[in-house]
């Protein structure tokens, strides 16, 4: 079984990024990160996005917010973020504590600075198949995993476990997109097992360590694990139980090492696509 890094994947975004952004005429793209509270997923995600930025030559700022903020103060305060001329993109760390209407926030994010697809518009343009605007980075790296590395989408059979706005359905339209055939599964599906196994293009995003094992992998499939879990060790781990599907599968993304990677190289390239258009 061949293993797709996320890190060659990451550094053939990164020469796309160099291009984009040395048409910028000296200006550094900045990226906002926005959180609110000290969740430890957050805080891992941030840091990780400003690695990334920071090997790639990009800017970020951070802005962080008290959990308890009231959602009058946060809109308020999220606006300013929106209107700053010096934030060519943001990144609002999700789910936002309870008391902040999320729904409101994802309809007032600019959508030329929505890098992660959260804006009706930019859903909008997916579902459309209209590429001016931004899908979810998590979504458009599985993409990037299989076209760099050369993998057939083409009318193949793709099954998706998970169907949240972050991956499953969007990524279900860029498959589609991409003249795949594609099955949508979730905890009501029957026979999941036998769904997957007739997938040519494996993709696991229900949020479940290890849950799909040698069992739902057909022979020869690609398997890209979107999922990241922490195992009963205590140990960062994917939705598919790697060591099992060695012998079915034909190429399969570790976790950690994987998508991961590649969905913070997307959000640079949203970052510099943005900075790009909003420059003409
Ligand atoms: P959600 O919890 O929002 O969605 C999970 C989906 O999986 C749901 O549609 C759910 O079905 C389905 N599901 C859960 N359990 C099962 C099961 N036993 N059988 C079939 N379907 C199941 O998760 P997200 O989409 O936000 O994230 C999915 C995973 O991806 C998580 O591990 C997350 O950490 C990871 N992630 C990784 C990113 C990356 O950059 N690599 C970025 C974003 C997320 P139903 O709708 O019926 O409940």
Redesign the pocket.
């Known amino acids: 079984m061949i293993i797709l890094k996320g890190a060659e994947v990451s550094a053939r975004i990164k020469d796309e990024v160099s291009r984009t952004a040395k048409e910028l005429g000296g200006a550094v793209p900045r990226l906002a990160i926005v959180r609110v509270g000290e969740k430890p997923d957050d805080i891992s995600y941030e840091k990780g996005a400003k690695k990334k930025m920071e090997n790639f030559g990009l800017a970020w700022e951070s802005f962080v917010f008290p959990g308890d903020i009231s959602h009058e103060e946060f809109r308020k305060e999220f606006q300013k973020i929106n209107e700053n001329s010096q934030i060519d993109g943001i990144l609002l760390l999700r789910p936002l504590p309870r008391q902040i209407n999320e729904k409101e926030i994802e309809r007032l994010i600019d959508p030329a600075k929505d890098l992660d697809g959260i804006s009706p518009e930019n859903i909008a343009k997916v579902f459309a198949g209209d590429d001016t605007g931004f899908a979810p980075?998590?979504a458009e790296?599985v993409i990037q995993v299989l076209k760099a590395n050369q993998i057939p989408i083409t009318g193949k059979r793709v099954a998706i476990?998970?169907?949240?706005m972050?991956?499953?359905k969007p990524l279900a339209m860029l498959f589609v997109k991409e003249n795949a055939t594609v099955t949508i599964?979730?905890?009501?599906?029957e026979d999941?097992k036998g769904t997957c196994r007739n997938a040519q293009i494996l993709v696991a995003?229900?949020?479940?360590a290890k849950?799909l094992d040698q069992s739902y992998v057909g022979d020869g499939a690609a398997v890209i694990d979107?999922?990241?879990?922490v195992d009963e060790n205590g140990k960062l781990c994917g939705?598919v139980d790697f060591d099992s599907i060695q012998e079915t599968a034909s190429m399969a993304t570790p976790v950690p090492g994987g998508?991961?990677a590649v969905?913070t190289a997307v959000l640079a390239l949203h970052l510099v696509q943005a900075a790009a258009r909003r420059r003409g």
């Open positions: 980075c998590t790296a476990v998970g169907r949240s972050v991956v499953g599964c979730h905890t009501k599906t999941l995003a229900a949020g479940k849950m979107v999922g990241i879990n939705d998508v991961g969905t």
